[in-house]
């Protein structure tokens, strides 16, 4: 598929897997009409971390108005769309269901195609995505691509060779890249989600305070970041018993740095691996200015990054990647169920 012989289309998008209640409106695959996200961060900050049963039951309240206004922001009704791109998986079962049934009732209601998304490569295609103030879409990724997606759940490298084709290279053992960076914060007294308190927090900080262990699995391209958790652990432990004050700026800054290593080296040697055109690199800690640097100063090759807004989880990126699957002939049926374990491969 020539991005220049693209169909037009205008998608749908709903979002709902984990903390967000989210729906966007994409033109043409690329065009952000609008982008709503409702996030319920708030609610869950007291338990430091996802409560599924209040994530899905918010879902319930906010997503028929979340829909709602993102019609009105387009300036479109539901009869201008072509098909609703809803999230399938992988995600918290209970708030997967909400997003998927709403879908399902506008695709009912409307006769217009469901094309069922996988979150992760929603999360890829955000780097298609104008930026919301944008005119010009960015020029559009260029396959064979090396694609990193660290998210909250997940850090995996993918190679693609076009459209909605993924080749997983490996992805990680234990905790996925924002899954430590939110436990070190817990660790270290910062508030949840842990990527922004720590992003913050280094600002004030030395990264070469503490040399943190770089898990590089040679021989892999899989990652590992439980043993740079565990001797984080160990260092507030120490702290904690020889009576000091824990260098929280300092901490944090080592362990950024320590993750932003791994990430960056082995993407880099990957991309070189596989005779990546370009690199993508998306998902929630993409939103990390230490890593983008680090990416955009060390990498030969071109490296696409979405934009903040859509970094973290939104619905902008799930009607792109449905309207990539949509012209690929993607039809989902209205008994589509969740898949909250959905690998991409
Ligand atoms: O993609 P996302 O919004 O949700 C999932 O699909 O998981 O990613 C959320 C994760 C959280 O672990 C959060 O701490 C991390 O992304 N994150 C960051 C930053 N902003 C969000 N990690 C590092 N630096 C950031 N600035
Ligand atoms: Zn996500």
């Known amino acids: 598929m020539a991005e220049t012989s693209l169909p037009p289309a205008r998608i749908l998008g709903i979002e709902s897997s984990c903390d967000e209640t989210a729906a966007a409106v994409i033109e043409n695959g690329r065009f952000l009409l609008s982008s709503v996200v409702a996030s319920q961060i708030d609610l869950h900050a007291a338990y430091g971390g996802v409560f599924p049963e209040v994530a899905s039951r918010q879902h319930i309240k906010t997503i028929y108005g979340v829909v709602d206004q993102t019609l009105q922001q387009a300036h479109i009704g539901l009869g201008d769309v072509d098909a609703i791109a809803v999230t399938r998986g992988p995600g918290l079962a209970g708030s997967l269901v909400v997003g998927l049934n709403m879908a399902k009732g506008i695709a009912l ?59 997983r290279l490996g992805g990680t053992l234990d905790d996925a890249a924002g899954e430590a960076f939110d436990k070190v914060a817990r660790l270290l007294g910062l508030a949840y989600p842990g990527g922004p308190s720590i992003e913050k927090a280094s600002k004030e900080g030395d990264p070469q305070a503490f040399h943190f262990p770089r898990a590089r699995l040679e021989g892999t391209w899989d990652f590992s970041f439980s043993g740079l958790k565990t001797a984080v652990l160990r260092l507030v432990r120490k702290f904690e018993e020889e009576g000091k004050p824990i260098p929280v700026a300092d901490m944090a800054a080592s362990f950024q740095a320590a993750v932003v290593d791994v990430l960056v080296e082995k993407t880099l040697y990957a991309a070189e691996e596989y005779s990546a055109k370009e690199i993508l690199v998306a998902g929630g800690v993409s939103a990390n200015k230490a890593l983008r640097e680090a990416f955009l100063s060390k990498s030969k090759l071109k490296v696409n990054i979405p934009p903040l807004s859509l970094c973290t989880d939104n619905a902008a990126m799930i009607a792109t990647a449905g309207y990539y699957r949509f012209v690929n002939g993607t039809r989902d049926p209205l008994d589509l169920d969740a898949l909250p374990n959905w690998l991409l491969v």
């Open 109 to 167: 209601a409307g006769n217009v195609p469901l094309v069922g998304v996988n979150h992760l490569e929603g999360h890829i295609y955000s780097a298609w995505v104008t930026k919301p103030d944008g005119k010009e879409p960015p020029p559009a990724p260029k396959f064979p691509l090396m694609a990193l997606l660290v998210s909250g759940g997940h850090s995996e490298l993918y190679v693609m060779e076009k459209h909605i084709q993924y080749t």
